[in-house]
């Protein structure tokens, strides 16, 4: 009896020494555990005499034991303490990650400085639908079917008489139909042609300006533009007319700026002529306020459309469309 007491301490104490995890040492304390009840189920062959003695050894033995697994847990403990610490140690020395903030788009950035230089000049902003009826894209601008001026645009047909528009002009009829004057708006969007090469783009934006009250002139016209034009690029920056061709204006005129790279001399942006072709514009014709219930003898008004990635090459030097389009991170990181 004596002999298995002594023999269970030393097993134990052995294993212990070599428990090197609490999962192991959990075990062993299991076992242990387990043996030290077969031990103490020998009691029973015991005579009444020897149980007393039996049982005190019985008793050092659990005593000695426990305190051995504690002062092993402890140690155990105290190892897997420094591991994890280790394990989850941070270098406060190392650089942090780079944080790479977005940029806005440069068709985004010029579009929001005309909508800021326009609305210091008191237009609103109109933005029309670009699923457009051929009433509003065309017919309503004095664009009848048939009218050779709808070749000047290809269009996208969606159904018939419903198409993708072609010009952000026919949001000029929606805000006449609702608001009588006097208006300014200022109408910017998407726009759609079938076209498509190094300066022009299937899908591609345009700001619509639009202005009818009492006694608007082309002198307006041309007064807003050369303020605009100013502020868009450098105040040195000059404005010209050239009479041109639209079936909703009358007259119609091409805005063409001096050009920026040469200041007018004349290169290769420019074609040697000093001028830059930027938009189109002129007086709202008459059957146009009519379409509108608006008297045209009471009212006049002007009305322009540019490109917005026209305007945003020529401000940044870019000469392919499709580097607007194609989301080439090393070219729009260069607006951040
Ligand atoms: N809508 C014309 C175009 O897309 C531009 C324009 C707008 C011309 C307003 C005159 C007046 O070409």
Same mark, same amino acid.
């Given at each position: 009896m004596q002999e298995n007491i002594r023999a269970l301490r030393e097993k134990t104490l052995a294993a212990l020494r070599e428990a090197e995890s609490s999962r192991a040492l959990y075990e062993l304390k299991v076992g242990f555990q387990s043996e030290l009840k077969k031990v103490m189920s020998g009691m029973r062959e015991l005579s009444k005499e020897e149980r007393p003695a039996f049982g005190k050894l019985v008793n050092e033995l659990k005593e000695s034991m426990e305190e051995a697994f504690?002062?092993?847990a402890a140690e155990i403990r105290e190892k897997e303490m420094q591991a994890k610490y280790a394990a989850e140690r941070i270098d406060v020395t190392m650089p942090g990650r780079k944080f790479r903030p977005g940029a806005l788009h440069p068709v985004t950035i010029v579009k929001n400085q005309l909508i800021d230089i326009f609305a210091g000049m008191g237009f609103k902003v109109y933005e029309g639908p670009e699923v457009e009826t051929d009433y509003y894209n065309f017919t309503a601008l004095n664009?009848?079917?048939d @009218?050779?001026?709808r070749d000047m645009q290809d269009t996208f047909y969606i159904a018939d008489k419903l198409l993708l528009r072609t010009q952000t002009s026919a949001g000029q009829i929606r805000v006449m139909e609702q608001e009588k004057p006097p208006i300014k708006i200022l109408s910017p969007g998407r726009v759609f042609r079938s076209d498509d090469d190094a300066? @022009?783009?299937p899908m591609f934006h345009q700001m619509e300006g639009l202005v009818v009250d009492r006694n608007i002139t082309l002198c307006d016209l041309q007064g807003m533009l050369a303020e605009f034009a100013r502020r868009m690029f450098d105040s040195s920056t000059k404005v010209r007319l050239r009479p041109s061709y639209f079936p909703f204006t009358?007259?119609?005129v091409e805005v063409d700026l001096s050009c920026a790279e040469c200041g007018g001399k004349g290169?290769?942006?420019?074609?040697g002529t000093g001028w830059i072709e930027v938009l189109g514009a002129g007086m709202v014709n008459r059957k146009v306020l009519e379409n509108c219930n608006i008297d045209p003898d009471e009212y006049t008004g002007f009305a322009f459309g540019m490109g917005i990635e026209r305007i945003a090459m020529l401000k940044y030097g870019i000469n392919?469309?499709?580097?607007l389009f194609e989301n080439d991170e090393r070219f729009?990181?260069?607006?951040?």
């Open positions: 504690e002062g092993r664009t009848p079917e @009218h050779p001026a300066t @022009h783009s009358e007259p119609s290169c290769r942006l420019c074609k392919n469309i499709r580097a729009l990181g260069q607006f951040r």
